[in-house]
Structures are given as C-alpha cells and as structure tokens.
C-alpha cells in the first residue's frame, strides 16, 4: 500500500510539472502574429502629462501594461526593443465622446448648428401616447453592448493617434449609455475599459409639429418628468420590494430603472450646452435636477467661464468649429453675433483653462482624427497652451470618465497606449510612426494613392443620384479638399450621416469610401469617379454590387475665388 501511495505521488508530482512547463511555453492567446508581449521604446522623447517630460527615455510594455518608465530604466532580455531616437512618445489620445463603433444612425437626422452641442437626433415615426411608448428614449441601450469592431473608422482613428473614446448610442433625447472603450481588439469584449460611464441627453426636440415633444420648452419638462418618473419608480419598486403582500405591484419600466440606476449610481450625465444661452440653462439645470453632469458642446464658454467654474462641472468641447456653409452665397450678409462667435470660439479651451475649469475634446461630427488635431491647433493659436492642449486629449479625459488611475498618462500600472510620433504632435506635417493599445504594436502604413495633383477644387455640397436594389436614390456629399489632394468630409443618405475616409483627389479622379449599416453588420461602400468643373460621375461598389451614379454642385460659382 506505501508503495502505491509513493507511485501515486511521484505520477501527481510528473504531472504538475508537465503542466507547468505547458504553461510556460505556451504562447499567450493575446499574442498578435508571433510578436513578444514585452517591448521597450529607447532613446525617445517621452510626455507623461503627469509629471516632466524626459528628453531621452525609455517605456517598458509588458502583457499589455506599462512596465516602467524614465530616464534609467532596465530593459529585460525578452522586450522587443525599439530605437526611438528622433520619435516622440504620448499616452494614447482619447476621444471624448463619439459613435465610434456604434450602427450608424438610421433616418433623417434633425442637425445641430455649427457643432454645437446637440447631436443630430432622428425624427420618429409616431406621435408617443403613455409611459410606455416614450419619443427618443432609450436609457437601457448601452454602448457596449451595441460595439461592431468591424467599423472601419476605429481603424482610421487609431491610425491618427487615438487609443480609447468615449462611445456614446445614436439617436434620441436619452439616447443611452456611455461606455470608455479603447480602439482595438480582435472582439467587442475586448475593447470594453469601463461601462456604463455616462448617461447621455439630448435637448433636440424629437416629435414633430403635433406631437409632444415638438419644441426646447417641450424636450425640457419631458425630461424633467423622466427623472421625476425615475425616482418615483425606485421608490415604488423599494416599498413593493419590502411589503409586496397586499400592495399592486408597479408596473416594469425600463426606461425608468436604467436612469433610476444612472442618477442612483451618480452616473455622469452629459447635457447639452455650446451656446452662451445653453450653457447657463444647463447649469441652473444640473443644481435643479442634482446631477453629477459634465456639459457637451462648450463653445461658447469664453463668455461665461467663470460660472462654470463656480459650478465645478467639466466641459467636453467640440472640434468642429462653427465655420460659414462652403456653398454660401458670397455676396449675402453675414450675422455679426455669428462672426463673432466663429472668430472667438477656438478661444473657449484657454478661457477655460484660465479660469480652472476641466475640459476635454471631442470630435463632434469631425470626419477624421487629423482634423481634430488642426482644429485643437486652433485653439493653441487663439491662447491655449500646448500642454493643456495634450491633457485635454489625455488625462482631463480620462478624469472625467474615471478612468484616470489606468488611463491618460504614461506611468507604471497603466494601461499601454501609446503614441509614438516623428514630431510635435500638434504640428501639420508630424506623423504618427507607431500607436499601441493594450500592448498590442499598430504600425502606421500610409496608403498608397495616384501622387498626381488635383486639376480641380472638389470643396462642396453635392448631389449625388443612384440607383440601390430598393430603386432610385438621392445622397449629400459634403466635401473639403486639402492642397494636397486629401479629401474629407460626410456623405448623407436615407440610410443616415457617415464620415468619408481614406478619400483623395489625383487629377480629375477621386475616392472615398464610407461605413454603412447593414443588418448582418457595417459594410463598407466606395465611391470611385471623376469630376469635371461641377459636374461629377463615377461607380459605388459593396460587396459584390455596384451601380453608377452621377452629381452636381449647386451654387458653387464662388470656388475659383476661394481657390485664389
């Protein structure tokens, strides 16, 4: 008998060392294409943003963290090490708030003026007749769960720079649940850092002419009486809970248990707010309501930064300034309260920072990451300092969020993600060489595209027409043309606003191509033609279909003095 206990023992003790060493040389199922979970960037400019910057450095990434980080540091043997002489390295910039990885928004939109805080919100269908059958609001919709790492702007913003956002649902007045996700991932689960982070408003009336809410003083009281609708629900459903024998059960609503859970929880609530006006309304409106909320839009704050400062609320501000249409009649009058706040806008970042207010960027509709950049470069230029620039994209972020002790800065413990540049990183002609997220390495590769250049301007709102398997269509391409050729902008159809990447212009052709939502998932849709003064025509290919269509501009007869 002590002879078989010993074999037995000796054959437990054969296998657990077996299963060590299995464990030890099997690779990590996190490991991309073969590539070590340890690198070490050397010799390299580094910005924390939370402490000073280290002229020439070394950053430890290891399983996904960052190891160590300074001036001194000890590479281990196993790290893939990177030269970075001559580069820069960033945390990871972040987003604010976007629909990055959510379905495209379906239907007409009601728009929102000049980047103003307000997202564009789909009109309904129906006239709302109880509780029940609430306009614009669906609360329980986290953004999350609604991920498609198949969208091909994560891809595009990644490739600019950016490593985590704050996604947001489309379409409502509660249109859902925030969630801080980060720009990579083989699947959505992967992506997720924190969720739900915020509660999302919209004032953007939702019903129409007959229909309540049709108007700003509608969309308020509605509001108002959903959160009172909220908290008369948790309290119902608490009593019921504690005593049910005897009492009529409330009736389940769930829009009411998730902004019940929201406010119960202090979920961030984001309220709309870009003009002078929306902003102190939506101030009087927090301390009314007792939220903890951070204000969207935020360019008008130079003419009231001192009571947000009083109020202590965080401002995530717009990108996308508040410019004259590209089509606008030349000889018309302009607004003078609307040239001043297009002039005085991009001032709104520094008067928040001089007055001690935490601030963050945000796209706002923006079509690519390099505009956000130039358009934060505005903000430099009209007073903002460059650091406090870099925190708006970094750590005030992911302060904002909560998500500062593994986000927003580079230091030991946090999540890696990294941007490694050529250069400053708010100078026009810098680079992006090399972006982590999670550990895992992105190298930049700049597609190849015709270097001839342009023969025309193709700046303009046009409209396209096309046949689809559903008949006959009718879309908007808002356009901008850069000197080189880059072309961005936004493409409108029934099946809602998408952003145009990777498009470029080369002599009298161009391309760009846009991410639609189709029921077994986004789709992405090319655009390939030719233009000829302000006529245009070409194909459009998904998948296997394509179709033909043709385009104008209306009104542009002003370009070729825009172009001299």
């Not at 600019?160 to 509660?174: D, E, N, R």
């Amino acid at each position: 008998m002590k002879m078989l206990r010993h074999f037995v023992n000796v054959c437990a003790a054969l296998f657990a060392a077996c299963a060590l060493l299995v464990l030890m040389f099997v690779p990590s199922s996190r490991a991309q294409g073969g590539e070590p979970r340890y690198f070490a960037i050397k010799n390299a400019k580094i910005v924390p943003v939370s402490g000073p910057v280290i002229e020439s450095g070394t950053v430890v990434v290891a399983n996904g963290l960052i190891k160590a980080v300074g001036a001194d540091v000890a590479i281990p043997p196993e790290a893939w090490v990177m030269d970075g002489k001559g580069l820069t390295v960033y945390p990871g910039l972040m987003d604010a708030m976007s629909e990055l990885g959510q379905a495209a928004a379906q239907g007409p939109t009601q728009s929102a003026a000049a980047g103003g805080g307000q997202r564009g919100r789909p009109a309904p269908a129906e006239i709302s007749h109880g509780p029940e059958d609430r306009p614009g609001t669906t609360p329980w919709v986290v953004a999350a769960n609604e991920i498609s790492s198949e969208d091909k702007r994560v891809e595009s913003w990644r490739d600019g720079g950016f490593t985590t956002a704050l996604a947001v649902p489309k379409g409502g007045m509660f249109s859902g649940q925030g969630s801080v996700i980060n720009l990579a991932g083989e699947r959505a689960g992967d992506m997720v850092v924190r969720t739900p982070a915020t509660l999302d408003l919209s004032f953007v009336p939702s019903g129409g002419f007959f229909s309540f809410p049709g108007s700003l003083m509608g969309s308020i009281a509605y509001v108002r009486q959903v959160f009172l609708d909220a908290a008369w629900y948790e309290q119902a459903q608490g009593i019921y809970s504690a005593h049910p024998g005897g009492l009529e059960r409330p009736k389940y609503d769930r829009a009411a248990v998730a902004v019940g859970h929201a406010l119960r929880d202090k979920e961030l609530v984001l309220v709309p707010a870009n003009s002078q006006i929306q902003i102190l309304r939506a101030l009087r409106l927090v301390k009314e309501w007792n939220l903890a909320a951070a204000l969207y839009g935020g360019q008008q704050s130079y003419a009231v930064a001192d009571a947000i400062a009083a109020s202590k609320l965080p401002v995530l501000v717009s990108l996308k300034w508040p410019e004259r249409p590209k089509d606008a009649d030349p000889d018309a009058e302009q607004d003078l309260r609307e040239l001043r706040f297009r002039d005085r806008a991009p001032g709104s970042p520094a008067a928040l920072e001089k007055a001690g207010v935490k601030f963050a960027f945000y796209s706002g509709g923006l079509a690519s990451p390099k505009e956000m950049l130039k358009n934060a470069k505005k903000a430099i230029d009209a007073g903002l300092a460059p650091d406090a620039a870099l925190r708006a994209f970094t750590l005030s972020a992911a302060e904002i969020y909560g998500v500062s002790d593994r986000l927003g800065s580079i230091a030991p413990g946090k999540i890696a993600n990294l941007v490694v540049t050529d250069g400053d990183l708010f100078n026009e002609k810098t680079k992006v060489k090399f972006v982590f997220v999670d550990g895992e390495k992105f190298e930049i590769r700049e597609p190849e595209r015709p270097k001839e250049p342009p023969k025309g301007n193709l700046t303009g709102n046009w409209t396209l027409h096309y046949t689809t398997p559903d008949g006959a269509e009718e879309g908007t391409l808002d356009a901008a043309m850069a000197p080189d050729g880059t072309l961005t902008g936004s493409f409108t159809s029934k099946r809602g606003t998408q952003s145009l990447s990777g498009g470029y212009v080369s002599a009298d052709s161009f391309h760009f191509t846009i991410t639609i939502p189709l029921e077994e998932g986004p789709a992405d849709v090319s655009f390939s033609g030719t233009f000829e003064g302000n006529d245009i025509k070409g194909t459009i290919s998904v998948g296997s279909f394509t179709t033909d269509f043709t385009g104008t501009r209306p009104g542009a007869h002003h370009l070729a003095a825009q172009e001299n």
